[in-house]
């Protein structure tokens, strides 16, 4: 089995060798001035890859201060529901 290709924008091949196009780099699809995105961290969802900053982040604009940094081994699936995730408090 061949090492994955950081450069590919689709990360994972099927046994029968067609690629699983649910799933992208979100390196290489991503170029918003606003987002830092490690090479090996991930996306699955069933849309269009050029809408993946927008369903990440819908409100991160290029006028806006804040800004967006992804991990370079990063998984984030499409049923991830981040604006719901609570701190734990002890």
């Known amino acids: 089995m061949p090492l994955l290709d950081v450069n590919a924008i689709h990360p994972i091949t099927l046994p029968d060798g067609t690629l699983y196009h649910d799933t992208v780099y979100l390196k290489n699809v991503i170029s918003h001035p606003r987002m830092e995105i490690g090479e090996y961290s ?33 998984q984030i699936a499409w049923e991830a529901i981040l604006s719901q995730v609570q701190p734990i408090i002890r």
């Open 42 to 74: 991930y996306f699955t969802h069933s849309g269009k890859p050029e809408d993946t900053a927008e369903i990440l982040a819908p409100y991160l604009g290029h006028s806006v201060r804040e800004r967006l940094v992804i991990g370079k081994f990063v």
